[in-house]
């Protein structure tokens, strides 16, 4: 059996009333929003959904704990458990997807790999640096195409010059993500699978909230 533990900073994925991906809130917030009957449960099985508001949720937990509790984590409640929500549906909002792709360090982090983008070495993120192609001090902009990641060594030797002036090279031409890049990491935990049925290809590109 799964721990029985609490998981209320975990990512809950909210649906606006048309069914679209909007935002993706923690389970204290989704718990919230069920408590004042704004929203309900999605619930996936096999690509399939069912609602639940959190009356019927809570009928169910005994149920899930039972037949499915590895498939679900759980929030102990005063006198029971419920299994923690994945996906949940607002019933009043209509707001729509943003479409770009949010510019932050995480997801220039995913673009380019953890890779620097001059040596091509692979590091961890506590030994990478974000550097401006074309340096603030000369009209750089934070944009996606002036934005790359860079080890601490090779961002040192560019110094405040351009990769040609430093006779540095990058390994590829920075550009705006037409996609989510960290989706394969936010898909990759058997729990948000369930994710795929609502997040298609354009939806992708929707800014996500943490």
């Not at 195409?145 to 040192?156: D, F, G, K, Q, T």
């Not at 550009?175 to 898909?187: E, K």
Request: with cysteine; glycine share 2%.
């Amino acid at each position: 059996m799964t721990a029985l533990t609490s998981f209320l900073d975990e990512p809950v994925l909210v649906l606006n009333r048309g069914y679209a991906a909007t935002r993706v809130v923690p389970v204290r917030q989704a718990f919230v929003l069920l408590f004042r009957d704004v929203a309900e449960v999605i619930s996936v099985t096999d690509g399939r959904w069912e609602q639940f508001n959190l009356s019927s949720w809570l009928e169910v937990a005994d149920l899930q704990r039972r037949y499915e509790a590895e498939a679900h984590e759980w929030v102990r409640t005063a006198s029971s458990y419920v299994a923690v929500p994945r996906i949940i549906r607002v019933h009043c909002c209509t707001r729509m997807p943003d479409h770009h792709v949010r510019l932050n360090r995480r997801n220039l982090y995913a673009r380019d790999r953890n890779t620097c983008q001059y040596c091509g070495k692979r590091y961890p993120t506590s030994e990478l640096s974000i550097d401006h192609v074309l340096p603030q001090s000369r009209g750089g902009e934070n944009s996606w195409s002036n934005l790359v990641c860079a080890c601490v060594r090779c961002n040192a030797r560019k110094g405040n010059k351009t990769p040609a002036e430093a006779r540095m090279t990058l390994i590829r031409k920075p550009r705006r993500p037409r996609t989510c890049p960290d989706r394969s990491i936010r898909l990759r935990r058997r729990h948000y699978e369930a994710w795929r049925v609502f997040l298609n290809e354009a939806y992708w590109t929707v800014e996500l909230r943490d």
